[in-house]
């Protein structure tokens, strides 16, 4: 069976973490992925400091293309519209308006090609006041309140390790967009624009959360929520030896399935007591090392795990039971796609391409001869 997306072609604008990470999937599962970058640099992912964006660079992009085209130069523009005559799927990170300036905005482009689907990422929508502001994942947090119900019972607020914003507020629910526009298309004949804005999508993520804080059932803040720290049953505790056990026993069996391991049956009818019966359970946790927890509430069914370093995860049994770990064919290693079909697995893709690697091949592909192809470099259209 052939991979679920292929026959999809993609034109990726994108650049740094959002939209990279999109295409990466769109690629996991078949899709063709052309990238667009500046000939000068490239993506700015390529430059990060201290060697980090080869790192960053060569897992990102993955099973990708490059053509390294100047937009801002006409010549660059005319071949950006000679590749949507076969590319259907535009995918770009830029400010609202930018592509309107490049001449590649969604309205002209549509018109001329009707069936094509734009994603655009951003961090604050495509209108309105904030539209134009620069931020990153920690800008968007902020606005959206998840920074600051994320820390500790003394108030002090915490860094998630993981970019939020940008992958669960922007990625993924691009993805999804991006999934529904195919599926609408292929029963309208027309595509649309993906409107995915990183603050709509980490406002999102506190739905269920700000259910119980609108209607005065939850306390909006660092450990003060049931599922943030504020209750003995559902929070992270220290152990003697400096590690931590992470415990969820939201669902009363699992809370007496705990309290039952650790002989403390009184606990039972605390489950969801105040700060007296967490510093009792922490009290409790101090008590053991680590590993000695992690023997006595393995088999206790009561959602109790060791919390792990990013290295550690990667080392367990589990990422390596679920496929989570890949090596590239410069033998790199990489996180695998986390999308998983039954029928249509994710490929092996290629290493990350190098700048304009495939400018050659993509100018040849659109009848380019290669004195023309070579005149462009010298004008600076294109570089390889």
């Not at 937009?71 to 005559?85: M, V």
């Not at 709509?200 to 119980?212: E, Q």
């Amino acid at each position: 069976m052939p991979p679920a997306l292929a026959g999809l072609k993609v034109l990726d604008l994108s650049m740094n973490l959002p939209g990279p990470y999109l295409t990466w999937l769109l690629a996991c599962l078949g899709a063709e992925v052309l990238k667009l970058e500046n000939p000068v640099g490239g993506d700015y992912a390529r430059g990060i400091g201290a060697g980090l964006g080869a790192a960053y660079f060569a897992t990102l992009n993955r099973g990708k293309q490059s053509l390294a085209l100047n937009l801002k130069h006409a010549k660059g523009r005319d071949i950006c519209l000679k590749l949507l005559e076969s590319h259907d799927i535009l995918v770009e990170g830029f400010r609202p308006g930018t592509c309107e300036r490049l001449g590649l905005g969604f309205a002209e482009l549509s018109a001329r090609f009707p069936r094509l689907i734009q994603v655009s990422i951003t961090g604050y929508g495509q209108e309105g006041d904030y539209s134009q502001k620069a931020g990153h994942d920690i800008n968007y947090l902020a606005q959206a309140g998840v920074l600051g119900m994320t820390g500790t019972r003394e108030g002090h607020l915490a860094l998630p390790g993981v970019q939020m914003a940008d992958l669960a507020g922007g990625s993924w629910p691009a993805l999804a967009g991006l999934l529904a526009a195919v599926i609408q298309r292929g029963n309208t004949g027309r595509g649309q624009l993906v409107d995915a804005a990183m603050y709509d999508g980490s406002l999102s993520m506190a739905t269920m959360v700000f259910a119980g804080v609108a209607a005065g059932l939850s306390e909006d803040g660092p450990a003060r929520m049931l599922l943030n720290g504020g209750a003995p049953c559902y929070g992270l505790y220290r152990t003697q030896d400096g590690g931590h056990m992470s415990l969820g026993a939201l669902e009363p069996k699992f809370w007496q399935n705990f309290c039952q391991a650790i002989a403390r049956p009184d606990l039972v009818e605390r489950q969801f007591g105040g700060a007296e019966a967490i510093a009792e359970v922490a009290a409790i946790f101090a008590a053991r090392d680590l590993a000695q927890w992690v023997d006595l509430l393995g088999p206790a069914d009561c959602c109790a795990e060791p919390v792990l370093s990013l290295k550690e995860a990667a080392a367990a049994p589990l990422a390596q039971e679920r496929g989570m770990l890949e090596q590239d064919q410069e033998g790199r290693a990489h996180l695998a796609c986390p999308l998983k079909l039954s029928d249509s697995p994710a490929l092996a893709l290629a290493p990350a391409p190098g700048l304009g690697q495939h400018s050659r091949e993509v100018l040849a592909g659109l009848g380019y001869a290669p004195r023309e192809a070579d005149e462009l470099r010298t004008l600076g259209v294109v570089a390889w």
